[in-house]
């Protein structure tokens, strides 16, 4: 049953390149997430150009060694580091300007010149303090039907952006106009939110500080001309999604999900690129499922199979630590998956985190009150 679903999969008459010849390539998670983007992006970075990110925020999360450093990257991309890789944060990504920096400081203890190679959309919306208070609170709030968010404000960073009361990255050039704009943003914050503890100059000072870093190292860019002039200049672009397929906003496990567009459709929306750029589309796919938060899991091991494939696959969250719910391969999240994106290769993981154990289950299909549901 296995290979005959597989060869479905696999069997779509598009021309593709692989990773390694492609001149744009996207990287998506298949089920929700942690399957090891970064580890392929990580591989194939080092002979691309520019390396972007499309969608998201500091919720992804990977650990990345070289030259016998360990490297902990939320927000930044995987070509980071690489000298001849330009990395970019799209419009379509949300930044917490101090993550940002924390994580450039591992770079900066190891010797990593990334000057020139971290250009941010002006477009690119701004995570505010306040806001990952608000996500604190929305969770709290929920009690038992939390989401079981990062707490990293994604969630109403977005939401603010379709309210238009967001604040974006280019909105820091001109300081004068960024404070009567910030004080405005936390006003309607607070009043959305009831929030009156906020304190609002401890941020604009960080952000005055951190702003003038930013313009001085030039990284705040109009990552429409960047993309264009790097499409038409011939560059090879990698771009990294962040979380997975089952957590988009629109085709995701609604409301458990993220509050992005983690599918292909948010590579054009997010980096302000054409459709037919995309030369190849890599889903990657871990041996079993895991999930982090809330939300149905129809494959999920409560049992001690559960608890083996967390442990052996060291199925813990690499932003906040959680330990990820564990189950076997569901080829139906696959299935689906391959309808949205239309990928044009699968690149299967931790296939060995499997070893030894007597009988490996896959999902094919559903079943409902005994009736097979087609998917
Ligand atoms: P948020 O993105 O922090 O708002 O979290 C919303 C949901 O997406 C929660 O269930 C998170 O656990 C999940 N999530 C967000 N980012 C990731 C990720 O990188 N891997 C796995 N789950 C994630």
């Known amino acids: 049953m296995l290979s005959k679903i597989s060869h479905r999969l696999f069997s779509q008459k598009v021309p593709c ?14 089920q929700w ?14 002979d691309y150009d520019v390396c972007a990110r ?35 944060l799209g419009n379509g990504v949300v930044v917490h300007i101090p993550t940002m920096f924390e994580e450039l400081e591992q770079l900066d203890k190891n010797g990593i010149d990334y000057k020139g190679r971290l ?35 994604i969630g109403p960073t977005y939401a603010s952006k379709a309210l238009r009361i967001g604040l974006r990255v280019g909105d820091l050039a001109d ?13 309607e914050v607070s009043y959305l939110y009831r929030i009156d503890n906020f304190d609002s100059r401890k941020e604009l000072d960080q952000l005055r500080t951190l702003s003038e870093r930013m313009s001085k190292d030039r990284m705040i860019i109009d990552s429409i001309e960047y993309m264009s002039k790097a499409l038409t200049g011939g560059k090879r672009i990698i771009a990294e999604g962040a979380n997975a397929t089952m957590l988009d906003m629109d085709f995701g496990t609604y409301p458990y999900i993220t509050s992005s567009s983690t599918t292909v459709g948010g590579v054009c929306t997010g980096l302000g690129v054409p459709p037919q750029v995309v030369e190849t589309n890599i889903g990657i796919m871990k041996a079993y499922t895991t999930r982090v938060g809330g939300g149905p899991f129809p494959t999920e091991l409560l ?24 189950g076997w391969l569901d080829l139906n999240v696959v ?13 299967m993981t931790k296939l060995d985190v499997l070893s030894g154990i007597p009988k490996i289950q896959v999902a094919v299909n559903y079943e409902l009150d005994g009736k097979i549901l087609n998917g």
């Not at 208070?133 to 039907?145: F, H, I, P, S, V």
């Not at 300081?175 to 006003?187: C, Q, S």
């Open 335 to 347: 299935k689906f998956s391959n309808k949205i994106n239309g990928l044009t290769s699968i690149n």
């Open 17 to 30: 390149k692989s990773g390694l010849n492609s001149r744009f390539c996207v990287i998506l998670g298949s």
């Open 175 to 187: 300081w004068t106009r960024f404070r009567e704009k910030y004080d405005t943003f936390v006003k």
């Open 119 to 153: 250009l941010i959309s002006d477009r690119a919306h701004l995570v505010s303090d306040i806001l990952i208070q608000a996500d604190g609170m929305l969770e709290q709030q929920k009690g038992k039907a939390a989401i079981g968010t990062t707490k990293r404000g």
């Open 54 to 88: 499309f969608n998201g925020g500091a919720n992804a999360g990977h650990t990345v060694v070289a030259d016998g450093h360990k490297y902990a990257f939320h927000l930044l991309p995987c070509g980071i580091l690489y000298q001849k890789c330009v990395n970019v």
């Open 303 to 326: 049992d001690e199979t559960g608890v083996r494939l967390q442990k052996v696959g060291f199925e813990f969250g690499a932003t906040t630590g959680r330990p990820r719910r564990c």
């Open 33 to 46: 997430g942690d399957e090891g983007k970064g580890k392929l992006v990580d591989i194939l970075a080092k």
